[in-house]
């Protein structure tokens, strides 16, 4: 089975400040990977995913992500955070191999960027 | 191009009543998938759809059912609700192939509250 954690349920930080929010995953098959966001409200959007090649992956607004394959984390990062990154973070992963689209989440972080 | 759309946006009912929800995907996605979004079990997998059919099921009850029509429309059913119902269900579809490298795109979902 897969599972997947998000180390942290809050993270509250000041604007212009770096952020990282930690997500490690335990699977023994392999997975893709892949963050997503919800503001208040909405449905969830894709920030970045990690499908193969370079372990450093860049996604929208400024985020990147690490796969770190023998601590199976997956941590999203930006240098400088600004108020409207204020939202839910997910991390999740999916099989590789199998027939299906089906996402398994963390239990999300919220963050939060204060003035 | 449209995104997801989920109807209707809020939904109260009565326990023991049944409801329908209703997601068009995004134009040309064939699988389209159901989630379950709670504060104290996160997100959680209902079941996903591809070219009519059920091909990956979740761990919920009966209760829950889904159908995609030939247009990709996806409804999903619970009968005789409970109060554990409650939830804000999302709808994500998926490309032409419905891969698992391929990201999903999420509705805004349904907030349904059972009384």
């Known amino acids: 089975a897969q599972s997947v954690t998000q180390l942290d349920s809050q993270v509250p930080v000041f604007e212009e400040a770096p952020v990282e929010l930690r997500c490690n995953y335990s699977s023994s098959v392999s997975v893709y990977l892949f963050w997503y966001v919800q503001y208040p409200n909405q449905g969830l959007q894709l920030l970045l995913k990690?499908?193969?090649?370079?372990?450093l992956v860049k996604g929208i607004n400024g985020f990147e992500a690490e796969f770190n394959k023998s601590q199976t984390s997956f941590h999203l990062r930006k240098p400088s955070v600004h108020i409207s990154d204020t939202a839910e973070y997910f991390c999740?992963?999916?099989?590789?191999?199998?027939?299906?689209?089906?996402?398994?989440f963390g239990q999300g972080t919220t963050l939060q960027v204060k003035p | 191009k449209a995104g997801v759309t989920q109807t209707p946006r809020y939904l109260i009912k009565t326990r023991g009543q049944q409801v329908t929800l209703s997601c068009s995907p995004i134009?040309?996605?064939?699988?389209v998938s159901w989630y379950q979004q709670t504060p104290g079990q996160g997100l959680q997998f209902l079941f996903e759809?591809?070219?009519?059919?059920?091909?990956n099921k979740g761990n919920f009850p009966g209760r829950f059912s889904g159908r995609q029509f030939s247009n990709s429309r996806s409804e999903m059913n619970v009968s005789t609700l409970e109060l554990g119902d409650s939830a804000l269900y999302l709808c994500?579809?998926?490309?032409?192939?419905?891969?698992?490298?391929?990201?999903?795109?999420f509705g805004n979902g349904t907030r349904l509250t059972v009384t």
């Open positions: 134009s040309g996605h064939r699988s």
């Open positions: 759809y591809f070219s009519e059919t059920q091909r």
């Open positions: 994500a579809s998926s490309s032409s192939t419905g891969q698992p490298n391929s990201p999903l795109h």
């Open positions: 990690y499908l193969s090649g370079s372990t």
């Open positions: 999740a992963v999916s099989l590789r191999a199998g027939n299906t689209g089906k996402l398994i």
